[in-house]
Structures are given as structure tokens and as C-alpha cells.
């Protein structure tokens, strides 16, 4: 029965879609309001489908490069609202995970949830040996019930992406991007390691701390991609984490505005580390998984979504924001179409003219006025028009600066995002890839 409530759910939405879109092109009407209408429809069928579609449409909500402004700002509302897995089944859960009572490897266990998601719940407890952890317990059979509701949401965007309403739009490859995320989330191996290596990789950038994880038995915290060493069986669905004592007690507007500027400035600098220098990004630094210190240190968790970037890549990106803070627009749009299908339909001499006044309007802004959401949206909003599709290559990086933008505006109005990318980028460019040294 759910799966055809589902499948009516899903055909709903899809032919409410098509039919407004079709209808906005045929009278060539503004497509503000269908915009609007587009993003209620989803939200609305993402409630009623459940966690893998909620999932789906927060996702989706991040995707400024390929939907409308107003049809982010709709997903963006969208929270999980899952309940905790009911205390009595916590213990049990965890014996059969672990293969051992929990009492053989932790002195407390408070099943009480400190966090919960549709994938897993967030649980404090205490080593044998003393250590504080907060264990991530993966909730039982989402894995199956993941594979089953992406591979039905991408069923029915390859029938959605055959209907005329939608020609141009590449429905297929987003979707088939964001199940690609979502199945990595619940993947708690692929979490350990990527903690353990976003770890070793800021280790150069003074006052960041990364949640990593520790091993069971107290002998030694993880430090490798060993599987042995990586917390406590992640391929079963538990995992073991250094515990931050003090992790949201603090909001960036409730600390002194000198300390509050050390952590926005610690906080880009971390970023455009992960970004020019390393390459491997964590992509979800949004407020509860980017905290900030009373001393100016900020910490990170969660690294179930982060993106490996091509060393190509890497480069291009530094190279766009270098030349947009340098004010070459003529670069700065040739580089855009280096990175993406450009159709034989493209006037490209336009979309250049389109780009130059773009880049015009944002140089030299005063950190204060300069919004990196607004260029970003003007940016795709250019390519969307022009019937091009930023390469995710060049997304990943870009959606990881604007989900920190918001964080570190709050605390500090004149965080300067361009002026503390230029040591990053003369490195990368022009010298030895390296974290700058910090003045």
C-alpha cells in the first residue's frame, strides 16, 4: 500500500510539474509563480513520501547551479523530523551490532538521542578507558529502504525526463548525482575515513577541530583508514567519535565581535584549505555541523558528505575566483566554458557580455555588501539561460562556500571572502600547493 500511495504521490507531482512548465513556455508567461508552485509541489510530495525523499529534496535544495532560486528556498525548509529510535531497542541494537554486550566496551550508554536523523541517531557514552564519544548508530534497515525508494524516485525521473515540459533539463543526472550522495551517507565506513583524512589535512590550519573517530578498545584514537582502526564495525552501522565537549553551547552572534572574527576568518581559511590546497571537501558545513568556540576555534562533524575534486579541477576553480577578484571578466567567462557542454544553439558572444557585467558588479564590492549566495545565483541563473549546465566539478566547491557563507556572515558582517581566498589562490597558481602561513 505505501508503494502505491507513493507511486500516486510521485505521478502527481510530476504531472503538476510538466503541465505548469509546458504552460509557462507555450505562453511564454514569467516563470516566477511557477517557480514557487514547483517547489511546493516537491516539498509537499517529499512529506508525504517519506525520509529517502525528504532526503532527496534537501539535497536537491542546494542546487542553485540547475533550479530556480525560489525552488531552492522551498526544499530549503524541508528537515528531516524523524523521531529517535525508541530507547528500549537502543541496547539491543547495539549488542547485535557490535557482536559483544555493550557493557564490554562501554563503561555509560545514554540512549537518550543527542541527535536524529533519517539515517541514523547520535548517542553519548563513555569508553572503558574514561573517554567521552558520541556513537552514530545507523537506524535498522534504512539501507534497504534507501535502495528501494532511490531507485523508485529515479524510476520516475527517467519517465518525468521523457515528457516534452521537461526537454533540456537534466533531470536524470542530477537525481542519479543526489542518490549517488544520499546512499554515501548511510555508508559509515566511507565517514571514518573521510573524517580521518579531513583531519590530517587541517592539521596545518591553526584552532579547527575534526570530529574523528576512536577506537573501541582504547588503545589508540583512529589515525589511518584501517578498518580495524576506524571506531567500531562502521560496515555494521556504528561508529565512534571523539566527543567535542562544549559543540553548539556557543552561537556565532553571542560571542565578542574580535573572537567571533577569528573564528569566521578560522572557518574560511579551513574551507579554502579543503579546497585549493587538498582538494577533498566537506561539502555540508551548515550550523549543525560547523560549530564555533568561545576562544575563536571552530569545530567540524559529520563527514558523510564530502567531494573528491580533480587536481584539474581544483586548479580551474582557483583560477575563476582568482580572475573574478581580479576583475578579468573575459577570463572569467572563458573558464566557465571550458567546464561545460556548450550547445551549438549557444550565443556565446552574449553570454560572455552576460558574465563581464556579472563579474563588473561584484568587484570591489565592500565585504559587507558582497553576498557570494547573489553572485552564485546570478551565475547559474546566466548559464541556465544560455542553455548550460555547470559540471559538478565545479559546483561541489562552490555549494561548500555557500553553505558557510550564512555562518560566517552572522558572526562577522565583514568577513572578507575574496581577500582571504588570494593567499590560497597565488599559491596554487603561482607557487607551491601549500596552506598559506597565517599572519
Not at 263 to 281: C, E, H, K, N, Q
Not at 344 to 349: E, G, H, I, N, Q
Not at 388 to 404: G, K, M, W, Y
Amino acid at each position: 500500500m505505501t508503494s502505491v500511495r507513493t507511486t500516486a504521490t510521485l505521478t502527481g507531482a510530476a504531472l503538476r510539474i510538466g503541465a505548469d512548465l509546458l504552460l509557462c513556455r507555450l505562453v511564454k508567461r514569467r516563470r516566477g509563480g511557477f517557480a514557487a508552485r514547483t517547489g511546493r509541489s516537491l516539498r509537499r510530495a517529499a512529506v508525504r513520501c517519506g525520509p529517502a525523499f525528504v532526503k532527496t529534496a534537501q539535497l536537491l535544495s542546494t542546487r542553485v547551479d540547475l533550479l530556480p532560486a525560489a525552488v531552492c528556498a522551498e526544499l530549503g525548509t524541508l528537515h528531516d523530523h524523524v523521531p529517535p529510535i525508541p530507547q528500549s531497542k537502543v541496547l539491543p541494537l547495539l549488542d547485535e551490532r557490535l557482536g559483544v554486550p555493550t557493557s564490554s566496551v562501554f563503561a555509560t550508554f545514554d540512549t537518550r538521542a543527542i541527535g536524529s536523523g533519517s539515517i541514523a541517531c547520535v548517542y553519548r557514552a563513555e569508553l572503558l578507558n574514561g573517554a567521552q564519544v558520541a556513537v552514530k548508530l545507523r537506524r535498522p534497515g534504512v539501507r534497504r529502504r534507501l535502495e528501494r525508494d532511490l531507485r523508485l524516485i529515479q524510476y520516475f525521473t527517467r519517465w518525468a525526463a521523457r515528457m516534452p515540459a521537461f526537454k533540456g533539463i537534466p533531470a536524470v543526472d542530477i537525481v542519479g548525482r543526489i542518490s549517488a550522495e544520499i546512499s554515501a551517507q548511510a555508508d559509515f565506513a566511507r565517514e571514518a575515513a573521510s573524517s580521518v583524512e579531513l583531519a590530517a589535512n587541517l592539521a596545518g590550519v591553526p584552532d579547527v577541530v575534526i570530529a574523528r573517530p576512536v577506537a573501541a578498545g582504547g588503545g589508540k584514537d583512529a589515525t589511518s583508514t584501517d578498518s580495524a582502526a576506524l571506531g567500531v564495525l562502521p560496515e555494521r552501522g556504528v561508529l565512534i567519535l571523539e566527543y567535542l565537549p562544549g559543540v553548539g553551547r556557543v552561537k556565532p552572534s553571542e560571542l565578542p565581535p574580535e573572537i567571533a572574527a577569528r573564528a569566521a576568518t578560522t572557518a574560511l581559511r579551513a574551507v579554502y584549505s579543503m579546497i585549493f590546497v587538498d582538494g577533498f571537501v566537506h561539502c555540508d558545513l551548515h550550523p549543525g555541523n560547523l560549530y564555533f568556540s568561545s576562544d575563536g576555534a571552530i569545530a567540524m562533524v559529520d563527514a558523510g558528505f564530502v567531494h573528491r575534486m580533480s587536481d584539474q579541477a581544483r586548479r580551474t576553480f582557483a583560477e575563476f575566483f582568482f580572475r573574478m577578484g581580479t576583475g578579468n571578466e573575459r577570463l572569467c567567462a572563458d573558464i566557465l566554458l571550458t567546464t561545460v557542454e556548450v550547445p551549438d544553439s549557444t550565443d556565446v558572444d552574449s553570454f560572455r557580455a552576460d558574465i563581464a557585467s556579472l563579474v563588473r558588479a561584484n568587484v570591489g564590492l565592500r565585504s559587507r555588501d558582497f553576498s557570494l549566495l547573489d553572485f552564485a545565483q546570478g551565475l547559474f541563473d546566466i548559464q541556465r539561460r544560455h542553455g548550460l549546465f555547470a559540471d559538478p566539478e565545479f559546483v561541489f566547491p562552490l555549494l561548500a562556500l555557500l553553505t558557510l557563507e550564512t555562518a560566517v556572515k552572522t558572526a562577522c558582517p565583514e568577513a572578507d571572502f575574496q581577500q582571504e581566498a588570494m593567499p590560497f589562490l597565488v599559491n596554487v597558481l603561482f607557487g607551491r600547493d601549500r596552506v598559506p602561513v597565517a599572519t
